[in-house]
């Protein structure tokens, strides 16, 4: 199940979204500023991020910052009634993947959030690993993961054929842990195991690559 944080001070609105998503199977974290946001953007790594530009507290460009300086992977969308083109700029200068025009009907909304992170799986080779689960199939049969390799493989898969560095993957698969010395090298070298050739290619100083592509 995918994650969302909306962040919209109109709460009639904000009512009728977060319905619309639950509708679709997602689960919806509803706050109406920017400073009650901050502590669950601290917290909790989301699969979307849904935030108004004009909100309370903490407007809505400065959340889109401070979420990528904190490396998270989810996916922004900007919820606007502003046409001012500099806000636009700003909003993709600091990680706004797209935005949305209030007034909007349903489907708009979940076109464009299927676009971003409606894909829940992915297949190479004779492989598929799906997404919202964390299993694999090899020839439509299960392979047995274990958590924290579900994790590691959904954070590479998510970045199929992009270097993911190993930063990144620690706070993915280790986020309360908190540990100096996480075993990523030993996780990765487990992974392998389970396919009939390596896909991961360790980039070495950086972190490591899954590649899906012949």
């Known amino acids: 199940m995918h994650t969302v944080l909306l962040v919209e001070d109109d709460l009639q609105l904000a ?5 619309i998503l639950e509708s679709k ?4 974290i509803l706050v109406e500023d920017g400073k009650e946001a901050l502590k669950f953007i601290k917290e909790k790594d989301f699969d979307l991020y849904l935030v108004d ?5 903490i407007n809505g460009l400065e959340l889109v910052k401070y979420i990528k300086e904190l490396e998270k992977d989810g996916k922004i969308v900007m919820i606007t009634a502003s046409v001012e083109e500099h806000n636009f700029k700003k909003a993709y200068e600091y990680g706004c993947d797209d935005y949305i025009k209030k007034p909007f009907h349903a489907t708009e909304l979940e076109v464009r ?3 971003l992170i409606g894909k829940e799986s992915i297949k190479f080779g004779n ?7 964390g299993d694999l199939f090899k ?3 299960p392979v047995n993961l274990r958590k924290k390799e579900k994790k590691l493989l959904h954070i590479l898969l998510k970045n199929a054929n992009y270097t993911v560095p190993a930063e990144k993957i620690v706070e ?3 986020p309360e842990e908190k540990k100096k010395n996480p075993p990523l090298r030993q996780l990765v070298n487990e992974i392998r195991k389970k396919f009939d050739r390596d896909f991961i290619q360790t980039v070495v100083g950086v972190g490591y690559r899954f590649e899906t592509e012949a």
């Open 139 to 141: 020839d439509g049969k």
């Open 113 to 115: 959030i299927k676009k």
């Open 15 to 19: 009512k009728i979204v977060k319905r």
């Open 53 to 57: 530009i004009n909100i309370p507290e």
């Open 127 to 133: 492989y598929e690993f799906k997404f919202d689960t």
């Open 25 to 28: 199977n997602f689960k919806v």
């Open 172 to 174: 993915f698969v280790w």
